[in-house]
């Protein structure tokens, strides 16, 4: 695995969680200031491609990645944006295996609602 690759890696695993590719260069630059923005993306994408992190895609937002890879799902806020981990839904995971015998699968769910801070803010 090649060192930028390793850094985004760890920036994803340690930062903050659902972390966009610009949040990872913003923090990549600190540690190697001449890397570029191409070079994040692609290594973003080529570690969600290989299943060391997860890619969450919301219509009409920037791409996020999660370090969590156990099955969950995600709460959006179609006002700030803000997302978080949905961890306690009822997920049909058995059956999930016992069809697919074996196979990778991925599940998304993304619920979106208006946090309570965006419901006190004035608009």
Known sequence: MSKNKKLCLRLVREGESHVTAEQVWEAARKEVPGIVMATVYNNLN???AEGLISRIQVANTKDRYDRTLSPHFHLVCDRCGSMRDLMELPVPTE???LLLEGDRYSLELIAHHICK???EAPL
Do not use: K, R
């Open 117 to 119: 801070s965006c419901q």
């Open 46 to 48: 080529a570690l969600a």
């Open 95 to 97: 059956q999930m295996d």
